[in-house]
């Protein structure tokens, strides 16, 4: 005789974020990225508190100075603390990224779902409109606005924002392209929802993974073309530390051969930040497609 047995009560059906989150921390390198990030935010964030000196602070007697326990990352040539102008660079060049991508995905996400889901004339419109801007070359299109504005935090996030948007847009509207005529979505219509909720509240959290992913993978991107236009001298302006000026107050062959840890140092932390990105974007990736 076949006997069923009712499930345990401690046994519960896992969601699929809980299935989700289990297959990012399986993959051991986006998982301890993940903590590299935390870490190097919070020192961001922390840096006035923390720093062990002045960023701006001139010893002209302790010039390029190697690491030492008073100086932990050596001095550069102007004896400021290495340390100190390595944790202020992080303050602006996570927050360029931060703070790009944020505004990227609203703009990408807006201008995607209307695409997508009204499509006709909407559709044509707007993504002609993203097809122009994509036809741009993007890093002289960002030299020339960044030149002919002041180079500044504020204005290199602006200018990332208007040309950062546009992949993000075509990607979600694909996807809300393979959604909107699904059975949950005429049902959604049915009882009378409005497009907005449909759009937000039904559409987008089914099509939203792949545009996340794209985020977190472009954070390095925007950190990279920071530190490209700083290096350029078109970028943050000393003496405001980023990591790209760091690099680019280094490139002399006197302080290459004598103190290869100033240009070192900041070279490898955009290194470390950007390949944590990646391996983010990889485990994000494997998170949410669970084939």
């Known amino acids: 005789m076949n006997v069923a047995v009712s499930p345990n009560n401690n046994t519960v059906a896992r969601k699929p974020k809980n ?3 289990e297959r990012f921390k399986a ?3 986006a998982f301890i990225s993940m903590f590299i990030l935390i870490g190097l935010v919070l020192v961001a964030v922390l840096a ?3 720093a062990p000196h002045d960023p701006a602070e001139q010893d002209l007697l302790n010039k390029l100075k190697p690491p030492s326990a008073d100086h932990w990352f050596g001095t550069d040539d102007l ?8 944790m202020y660079g992080a303050r602006v060049s996570l927050a360029v990224a931060i703070f790009s991508v944020i505004f990227n995905l609203l703009i990408g996400i807006t201008v995607g779902s209307l695409a997508g889901y009204y499509g006709g004339k909407t559709d044509s419109i707007l993504m002609r409109f993203v097809d122009i801007m994509l036809a741009f070359p993007q890093f002289f299109l960002l030299i020339t606005v960044v030149t002919l504005l002041r180079p ?11 040309f950062g948007w546009m992949g993000k847009s075509r990607l979600l509207r694909g996807q809300i392209l393979s959604l909107k005529n699904r059975e949950f979505v005429d049902a959604a219509r049915t009882i009378g929802m409005s497009d907005f909720r449909i759009i937000f509240r039904h559409i987008l959290p089914n099509a939203i ?5 794209s985020a977190t993978l472009q954070m390095g991107s925007m ?6 236009l700083s290096f350029l001298g078109l970028g ?4 405001q530390a980023s990591w790209g000026n760091l690099l680019q107050s280094a490139q002399s062959l006197t302080i290459m051969t004598k103190a290869p840890w100033v240009p070192f140092i900041p070279g490898f932390m955009i290194f470390l930040t950007i390949m944590c990105f990646n391996f983010i974007g990889d485990g994000l990736r494997n998170a949410f497609d669970s084939k």
């Open 19 to 21: 299935r989700a989150w």
């Open 27 to 29: 993959n051991r390198m």
């Open 48 to 50: 006035p508190w923390i």
């Open 79 to 86: 004896g400021r603390d290495l340390l100190t102008r390595v």
């Open 152 to 162: 500044n935090l504020f204005n290199i996030i602006v200018v990332f924002v208007l």
């Open 209 to 213: 993974a792949p545009v996340i992913i």
């Open 223 to 228: 950190i990279l073309t920071e530190s490209s």
């Open 236 to 239: 943050i302006q000393p003496p």
